[in-house]
Structure formats: C-alpha cells, structure tokens
C-alpha cells in the first residue's frame, strides 16, 4: 500500500512557481530563474520504484566499517527512469548526459551516501521528483529539524529547485517552536540563502521572533529565558524594540543573563557579547553609576569602555549627536529605520539597489535610477531618481495592508563629511505601488550631479535614506 502523502510542492501556475528562482542576495532582483512545471508534471508516482517504467538504475553507495577501516558497499538500488529524474534535477541531467561513465545505459549510476540519513533524504528526494510530494514516515521522524536539513542539503546539491521551495514551506509550519524558531533564523547554512524560498524563511523566522518578544516589559515571561544569546543579541540590534526606557533593556538582558549562566566568567562572555547592543548613551547618569559600572557582569575593558563612550556622547552639544550614525547611540524607535547606499553616477543608465534591510514586515531596498525628463529629445535630459523600494517578494505578504512612509533623502558631502537633507515626503507603499520616491531628487541632471559636490573621487554618491512607517492598515 502506498504511504499517505502529503501535497505540498504543487503550484496553480508558472507565476507561483517564479518564488522559487535564485536571487541576487544584494539586491534582491532574480538572475535566473528555476521554474516548476505544471502540477501534471508530477503525476508519475506509478513510476516510481516500477522497473517497468524505468530505463537507469540508481545504486546508493555508502560506507561499511570492516577490520582495517571503511569500504563502500552499495546500500539500496533504485530503478529510475533517466527522463523524469534528469527533468527535475540539474546534477542528474548533467550525469546521464556528459558523456563520462554514467552515460552508459549498461552500467549503474553512483551515488555516494556518507550517512543512513543521507541515503533517507537521497530516496526521499527521488520521491519527490516523481510525485512532487514528501511521504509521511519523512516528517513523522522525531528529529525533524535534522531530517528537513538533509533534505534541503541534498535538494541543493542536486538541483532540484523544487524540492528547496517544497521543503521550505515545511519548515515554515513549524516555526512555532521557538528551538526551531531561532535555528532558522540564526543557524541556516549561507549557501542556502541563494534561494529565495530559504531567504524569505530565515526573514519570516527573524520577524516571527521579533514580534514575539519585541515588548521588552514581557522578558520577564519565563519563555524569554530560553532565547538563545544569538536571540537575545538579535533582539537588543533592533532600534524598533518597545521599551519604556534603555535603563529596561539593560535591567532585563541582565536578569536574562544572570538566569542562563551561573559562573561568573560565563556571564561576562555572555555581557562581553551583548554589551555592543545595548545604548548606554540613552540611559541617566544615575542609572549608569547604581546599577552598571560596578556590577561583577560588566567588570571588563570593553564594557567599561561602551559606558564611557555612551556617558560622553549624551554629554556632548547637539550638534555631534546629530551628525553621529552609531546606533549605539541612538535612541531605538520602533517604526523608523535607515538604508545607507552608495550609488555610482557614471554613462551605465542600469538601476542600482542597495542591501536589503527587513522591518516591518516587508524587506526594503533603496533604488537609484537614471531618470529621463521631458517630453521631446530635444528637451529630454537624464536625473537622479532615488526611490524607496519593496522587494517584489513581499507582496504575498503585503496583500492584506499598506503601508504610508515618511521618507527622509539625505546625501553626504565630501569637503566635509556632513549629510545634507535633499526631500522629505510621505509616501504609500502596497501590493499594487512597490516604490516611492523622486525621479529629480537632487533637482539637477545625472551628469550636473556626477560632477559636483557629493561625488567622491571613485565616482560614488553616498545616501542616507530614513524611514518612519507613519501606519500601516
């Protein structure tokens, strides 16, 4: 009897299926593209395993300890049929037709399993290549989090596009356990992060956690206690945390740390990381000297040197506090953040997009572009277009509400190093309007601006843009 399956990779149309397509990880933009095919595609479950149907045979080959060591013995054939595996498999594609030995249709296709887990998600993978499905028994396991990572690792060492995107929207039904919950966000693999369905992932896990614990007044809650330090060092990174005070956020990152860690060597390593992140410059002198400096937590250079640093930024005139970027000395503010770019103004007309900053819900980029004015040749001319920007992936998640910004265009000057505000407008963002911005923001031509005074003598424009989501329905 075949097991009970679990339909999960079938999309309604090729548009869907373009979430699954690598990405930029700079800029967010698609380079190219991996489609699913149609859910008809994946009718061949009575394929699979069936010699009948099946032209190739696939011989798992793994490791068996012997007297002097290891040697390969072959764990599990499977008969395949070479069409639909090479179909949905780049690796496989190449294998059966590059000409070496694994093109010769008389003789077995090896592949190397170092683990009985591997050679699981191997036969799970060949599974899902036929059906388009993952059986039961694979996520019935106790130890899923193990399982759903061998699966992801052989789905990309394999180029099966599809099966990355399928095991993602497993992985998402589980994140609500907080272990779980912070393995995606902390612990994913780098390489994997070229997928846009595992990228998204890790951006859900991270603001699935920041919306559990971004009331600081609720760290008392006996689960905050099972953050991990990469939890809590993530959390205190954030300037949109909702605190009453920073004097809140130290009181409880040290309660927290007090209750993980017994030894006091272990408290301040835990300190030792976390310290960076927390605003000393935003708490009263007072606070500072009853309840910080001289605490056993914080007895360490680098602590000392955080306090003192903070304590001489909020002493100092207005005029550096306002010029000066560490976040460290900011005050945290739930709904505004900053995208910095650095934009080169030469002939190229290509759009530039800035790194992705994830808040409120949505991933953000900052787009230059080269704007043409005007509505004749004679009179058209090229400016500078700066707009703020959704990234087109998020508009599954924006579906349901929009958002109104206010948004802040600062550039910097380079005689002397000093931010100079261009516009300041509000604008609405949603699903059907994913930019906003100026197309004239510097109210002179692309090549007036690429001569003056904010371009750097490699031909960059440093901007600033901040952002405040002003509300959001």
Known sequence: MRPRILRLSRVASKKEAGSIEKRDTATGKGTSS??????????FAFAYGNPSFSDRIIWLQGPEPVQDGDQAVV?????????????????????????MAETDKDRPVIVNVDSEQEERAV????YFVYTGTFSTPCLDRGD?????VALLTVADKYGVAGMVAAVSKVWANLLDDLEWLQHTAFQLPAPYLQYVAVKSLKAQACDTLFQRFKEVTLWDDPVFKLLSLEGVSYLLGRSDLEAKSEEEV?????????????????RQAAMRELCARIRFARMSGEFVQEHV?????????LAQRNVTEGLAFAASSRSPKELNEDSRFQARKPNTFVLRFEATLDAQSSDQWSPAVERNGATWHVLVRKQSQGASSSSKKSTVGVFLSIAQTDVARLTKFSKEVQMQTWVKKVADGKW????????SLGPTNLEGGRGDVFAKSWEQVGRGEYVDASGKVALRVVVTVLSQA
């Not at 070479?82 to 000409?99: C, D, E, P």
């Not at 036969?123 to 060949?126: D, K, N, Q």
């Open 420 to 427: 100079a505000l261009q516009r300041s407008e509000k604008h």
């Open 293 to 301: 400096i001289d605490i056993p937590e914080m007895a360490f250079p």
């Open 34 to 43: 991996v489609l699913l095919d149609e859910p008809a595609c994946y009718d």
């Open 123 to 126: 036969l799970e993978m060949l």
């Open 250 to 266: 130290f009181t409880q990152t040290l309660a927290w740390v007090r209750g993980n860690f017994e030894v006091m060597e272990e």
């Open 75 to 99: 764990r599990k054939k499977v008969p395949v049929n070479s069409a639909i595996v090479a179909a949905k498999s780049l690796v496989f594609q190449n294998m059966l037709s590059n000409g």
């Open 144 to 148: 899923r989090c193990e399982e759903l």
